[in-house]
Every structure is written in C-alpha cells, then in structure tokens.
C-alpha cells in the first residue's frame, strides 16, 4: 500500500502530529490487511481522508515514561526490556520500555506478528558516550495501518528535559548522532503489521523475556521459544539480517510490492536453507544493475565481493544498507555476513 507521512504542527500550541494517511493509490499487500483496512474507509464518493492520530506530547515527561522525571524513576507499568538481536546505532546504548495498558495484553496469536491493544506504548532511549541524546516514543492510538503516532524526544545538554523534535536533529548534542525525523519513524515502523519492531516471539526469545512477559500480565501465556534457525555463523548472521533489516525486507509494508529481497524471520521456518533470507538473496538477481546493465546478486556464494547484500552492508554512501539511522558500518557484524557468504557452498 503507498503511504505518506505528513508532519502537522500546531501553531501556538507547541503540539506535533504524525499523521500516516492512506494515498489514493493502492497497491497489493501481501498480507491483505493493510489494504482491507483502507477500503474499509472509502465511502460512495470515493477514498476520504484518513483521521491523523492526536499530537504527540511536547516532552519527553508527558508521554508516561516516568513517574519522576528528574529521578528517572518509571512509571508503573511500565517494563524495561532488551532485544536478542538489537538494531545498530553506530555503537549507542540503548535501553527499551514498554508499556501495555491495565487489563489488556498483546494479541500473540500469529507469532510471527503481535498484535497491540489500544494505549500499547513504547520507548527507546539513545545514549552516546553515556550521556542521553535521544528517547524515541510510540504509541497506538487506533487502529493499524493509521493509528500510531511516532516523534523522537531530544535531550537537552544538561540531562534536565526532553522535547520533541518532529523534524530530527542532525549531529545531537555534538554528537554524529542524528535524531530521525516522524517520516523517518514511520517508514520504518510500517515495515511490521502493527507498528512496533522489536516486540515478538523473534526478538525475545531468550529463555527468560518471554516468562517474564506473561508473569507481569503483558502477554495471556507464554509463547513458544523461537530458535533462529542454524548454528554458529549462520544463526547470527540470520539473527543480525533479521534485527537490522527485516523490518524494511518483509512481507508487509509500504516497501513489500516494491522488494523482492526478504530478510524477516518466519515463526515456523526452522531450516536456515528454507527461510526467506536463503530463497530471495541466495544467486537471486536484484533490482538493481551494474553500469552495464547487469543485475547485481543478492548473494554469491563463496564471494563476497560479488554479494550485493554484503557490499551494501559494508557502504555509508548511496548504497548504505541500512539507508538511514548510520554513519559507520558494524564491522563485527559485516565480518560475520562475510564468513557467512564465504562458508556457502557453491
């Protein structure tokens, strides 16, 4: 489905919306979902506009994160947790919170997309040198795909405040940290079925999350475990594509009719040679061609310097992999992608 974000500010009132509108122009969705959602808001005179979510709040203080802001002590309810397979930050700290409204818990009936009630809210904090530069929010307001709203909260220098900055900031608190803007949190938010990224069976997999998830009344019972498929290098490597870039690479999503490349891990897959990353980078042209025309290969086995997916990983310019959210590339990580292509057989 094509989407747009549109960043509204109200003057005066020091209030920003993200608002993810439906276009018009509709194109398949693998999943269905997204695009019956959008139908189900045409009326007799064609595709009216889709309600925007209400403004964030101003600051950081304001969202729920903290019981005392000047303390840092959160607010009840909400749980700090950890990912198996975090996103790279160019080296940051990160911390995660989440937040699930009293009485309700995350619809986990598709393991390989959770499902969030209504008041679901989520934060990520940045720190860089161990000074906090970032607290990026969301929350469900609705309905998917309308109906989250996203803003990143800046940090002031001396620790004291947060507020929000729907336009980003480049190189935060004279940092080479960038602060995303709303476009940039929807875009790659739009890449899961119901807004938040790193929530699921996937990602929290680690033998105790999952427990403790269901024991705080997050979840209605505990998930199966979810073991990334292989051993030694190809499970991390598998893990690392899954964290970093499965949430543009998948099944849904503006980006989904677009990418033929899949780079998401399936709940039932449990042979490294059957999962999506195999079947659509593995000798698979690309969409992209070399300056004589020829498509580029997602994944050559036995040659690196001949695999797209690992030339990208290893470029900060057009290339970059990922596009935005880096300045340097993982090194651990791409070495790794190496070995992985390197061990291939061909």
């Not at 947790?81 to 937040?99: C, H, N, T």
């Not at 990224?197 to 209605?220: E, H, R, W, Y």
């Not at 030694?232 to 690392?240: K, R, T």
Request: charged residues 20%; glycine residues 10%.
């Amino acid at each position: 489905m094509t989407m747009r974000a549109a960043v509204v500010a109200l003057s005066g009132a020091g209030l920003i919306a993200c608002a993810s509108s439906a276009s018009t122009t509709l194109a398949p969705d693998a999943g269905g979902d997204a695009t019956s959602d959008v139908r189900d808001a045409r009326d007799a005179g064609g595709v009216r506009e889709d309600p925007p979510p209400p403004p964030v709040p101003p600051t950081l203080a304001e969202t729920g994160l903290y019981e005392d802001f000047a303390a840092k002590r959160l607010s009840k309810g909400v749980v700090a947790f950890d990912v198996r397979w975090p996103l790279w930050s160019d080296g940051a700290e990160k911390q995660r919170y989440l937040y699930v409204p009293a009485g309700k818990t995350i619809d986990i009936a598709d393991p390989d997309h959770w499902a969030f009630p209504a008041g679901t809210k989520a934060w990520k904090e940045f720190r860089v040198g161990g000074k906090l530069i970032e607290t990026r929010y969301v929350e469900k307001t609705g309905e998917p795909p309308i109906g989250w709203r996203y803003v990143a909260y800046a940090w002031s220098e001396d620790q004291a405040t947060a507020v929000a900055a729907p336009g980003g900031v480049r190189d935060a608190l004279g940092t080479t940290h960038d602060i995303p803007d709303q476009a940039a949190c929807e875009q790659c938010h739009s890449g899961t079925r119901d807004g938040i990224i790193g929530v699921g069976n996937v990602q929290l997999s680690d033998g105790k999350t999952l427990a403790s998830f269901t024991s705080l009344g997050l979840l209605p019972a505990v998930p199966a475990e979810y073991r990334v498929p292989g051993t030694g290098v190809v499970q991390e490597v598998l893990g690392y594509l899954h964290g970093n870039c499965g949430y543009c690479h998948s099944d849904v999503g503006r980006w989904s009719t677009a990418r033929g490349v899949r780079l998401r891990l399936l709940f039932a897959i449990s042979d490294p040679a059957k999962t999506p990353t195999y079947l659509t980078t593995i000798n698979v042209p690309m969409s992209h061609s070399d300056t004589d025309g020829e498509p580029f290969i997602g994944v050559v086995p036995g040659d690196p310097s001949r695999s797209h997916l690992y030339q990208r990983i290893t470029k900060r310019d057009f290339w970059a992999m990922p596009p935005v959210g880096s300045e340097v590339v993982d090194e651990v990580a791409a070495a790794k992608v190496k070995s992985w292509i390197e061990g291939l057989p061909r």
